[in-house]
């Protein structure tokens, strides 16, 4: 933009203002408006180029009126002097719009969040619930587990049953040296482990060496040459015997040792045997 036209403007626009200044000061030097030499010099200026009172006057609301037009929105109301002044709602209207569109929104949330919360305490009660329905079962439960051990602790008590090491069938290996490894599906067919008492399965299992019977047999070729079938009901069955075993173990203080090879030292380390797995049945019983 020219400067000159800016100035131009600019004087226009606060003329009046300049005019009612020099008014407040009545005892100023100037007796008259024209005695200043502003508006000495705007008024020679307009006697040259021949500009009336009136259209200098158009000229000052002109610039007045399209510097508010421009600039409504940013001057205050009572500084504005157009009477006509108008106001388009319609960004009034749009930003109401969105107000409710996001109040409406927030509601939505909130009430998405409270049926959430009332569904999670709904299912914390079941949950609460159910864990007593739990405890309760388990209570019952373990008191039925507690009157087997029982029971099953006086038959032990009142006839216990031979062991291996005591036993005088021919199908039982003596005590006078250790056992030889044998695959461990013989051994729970020819010694009958399926149907021993607890104690005395819990003995065998040591005494016949049964895991590493079971893993020296799944190398073995006639193993291999089985069935799928008939392999998986020997690891099943295997499988069923180390968890029994494991269970008892839990109420031993240590584990067995491997079976030694020297006669004194076999000899004592079965009835260590038989002291270990007498703890593990009462370990089972007490429970």
Request: with cysteine; net charge positive.
């Amino acid at each position: 933009m020219n400067i000159r036209r800016m100035l131009t403007a600019s004087l226009l626009r606060y003329y009046k203002e300049f005019l009612t200044i020099l008014e407040w000061y009545p005892e100023d030097a100037h007796t008259t408006k024209s005695d200043h030499p502003f508006v000495n010099a705007v008024e020679e200026a307009m006697n040259v180029t021949g500009v009336s009172d009136e259209l200098f006057n158009s000229w000052c609301k002109e610039v007045n009126e399209g510097f508010q037009i421009a600039n409504y929105q940013f001057i205050p109301r009572q500084f504005l002097t157009i009477q006509t002044t108008q106001v388009d709602p319609r960004s009034l209207y749009e930003h109401l719009q969105n107000q409710i569109a996001i109040q409406n929104s927030h509601l939505a949330q909130k009430m998405k969040m409270q049926e959430e919360i009332h569904q999670l305490r709904l299912e914390n009660t079941q949950l609460i619930q159910s864990n007593l329905r739990n405890e309760k079962t388990l209570t019952m439960v373990v008191d039925q587990l507690s009157k087997i051990s029982n029971t099953l602790q006086i038959k032990f008590n009142t006839s216990p049953p031979a062991s291996p090491s005591r036993s005088t069938s021919s199908e039982q290996p003596s005590e006078d040296a250790p056992i030889s490894l044998m695959p461990f599906s013989e051994i729970y067919k020819k010694y009958k482990l399926s149907t021993l008492p607890i104690d005395d399965l819990f003995q065998n299992f040591f005494r016949y060496r049964c895991m590493e019977a079971h893993t020296s047999q799944l190398k073995t070729p006639s193993y291999k040459a089985l069935l799928s079938g008939e392999k998986k009901k020997i690891r099943d069955v295997y499988k069923r015997l180390k968890k029994a075993i494991k269970t008892m173990l839990f109420f031993c203080e240590r584990c067995p040792t491997p079976i030694p090879s020297n006669q004194v030292n076999l000899t004592k380390w079965y009835k260590e045997l038989a002291r270990t797995a007498q703890t593990a049945v009462s370990g089972l019983a007490g429970q």
